[in-house]
C-alpha cells in the first residue's frame, strides 16, 4: 500500500512532501498596514465571509518551520521567505477579520502547506531586511532611524517594495498577527476540465503563539505592474502603519468559516 500525507505516494511514505500537522514557525516579520480602494477590494473577498473595509495589510516573512524538530538540522527543509497579502473585512456578525487574496512564497512544501489551510501560495521570492541583536550599521539594530527594506519578486519581475524606518516606540501586531484570517481552498479536477473548482473557505487552527515585543516603524509600500497579477488592481492608497519583530505558532490544521 502507498503511503503519504501528500503527493508523491511512496511505500514508505517518507517521501511526501508535507507531513500530517502540527506544524511550527518562527520568524522574523515586516508588517505594513495599508488603505485601498474599497470597491476594488470587495472584487477580491467572498461575500459570504465579509465586506472588505478598504483596508489590509502585508507580511514579509522570514521563516523557520519543523514538525519534529528534524527540519532544523536540514535548514534548507525548514528555512523560507513569503509575502502574505491580507485584506481587512468586517464578518456578517460584526467582528473584524483578513481575507488572504494572494501569498508568494520561494518553497515547495511551504507552498502546499499553505495551500491546504486556505492560504492561496504561489511562487515569488521575497527579501528583507533582517534586525540583529548587535550594535553595528551592518546590523540594523532595533532602535529609531534604524530603515529597513522588503521586497517581492514574481516571474523575474519586481511586483511590491517597502521602506520602513523604526520610530523606537513599542508597535502593535498588524494583519494576521491582530484578527483571524480566512482563506480559499479549492481543487481542480481533470475527469471535469470544463467545471471550476468548488471553493471552500477555512480557518486555520492556531496554537502556541509567541511573540509580542512588535517594534513602531512608518513605511513606503508600492504596488508595481507585473503581466498576469492582479495585485495592482487593490489601487493602494498609502501605506498607514507598520511594525517589526518576531514571532512563533503552531498550526494543527483548519476549520470552515
Known amino acids: 500500500m502507498l503511503k503519504g500525507f501528500t503527493p508523491p505516494f511512496t511505500p514508505r511514505g517518507t517521501a511526501s512532501l508535507v507531513p500530517p500537522p502540527p506544524w511550527h514557525y518562527a520568524g522574523w516579520l515586516l508588517n505594513v498596514d495599508f488603505e485601498c480602494d474599497a470597491a476594488a477590494a470587495a472584487r477580491f473577498v467572498p461575500a459570504e465571509l465579509g465586506t472588505a473595509t478598504g483596508r489590509g495589510a502585508v507580511h514579509f516573512a522570514d521563516w523557520q518551520s519543523t514538525t519534529d524538530g528534524s527540519e532544523l538540522l536540514d535548514p534548507v527543509r525548514s528555512q523560507y521567505r513569503e509575502t502574505i497579502v491580507l485584506l481587512e473585512l468586517r464578518r456578517p456578525d460584526g467582528t473584524a477579520a483578513n481575507f488572504c487574496p494572494l501569498i508568494y512564497v520561494d518553497q515547495d512544501a511551504s507552498m502546499l502547506r499553505g495551500q491546504l489551510q486556505g492560504w492561496p501560495k504561489k511562487m515569488g521570492s521575497t527579501w528583507l531586511t533582517r534586525c ?38 513599542p508597535g502593535r501586531p498588524l494583519g494576521f498577527l491582530a484578527r483571524p484570517t480566512y482563506g480559499t481552498v479549492g481543487w481542480a479536477d481533470l475527469t471535469e476540465p470544463g467545471q471550476p473548482p468548488a471553493l471552500r473557505y477555512l480557518r486555520p487552527a492556531v496554537a502556541g503563539r509567541v511573540g509580542d515585543a512588535w517594534h513602531e516603524a512608518t513605511a ?38
Open 132 to 169: 540583529l541583536p548587535l550594535d553595528h550599521p551592518a546590523a540594523a539594530p532595533l532602535r529609531a532611524g534604524t530603515r529597513l527594506g522588503a521586497t517581492l519578486t514574481v516571474t523575474e519581475r519586481r511586483l511590491v517594495e517597502a521602506r520602513l524606518e523604526l520610530t523606537g516606540r
Open 220 to 257: 513606503q509600500l508600492s504596488f508595481l505592474e507585473v503581466p498576469r497579477e492582479e495585485l495592482c488592481e487593490l489601487r493602494l492608497r498609502a501605506a498607514t502603519d507598520a511594525s517589526a519583530g518576531w514571532f512563533a505558532m503552531s498550526v494543527t490544521g483548519a476549520t470552515p468559516a
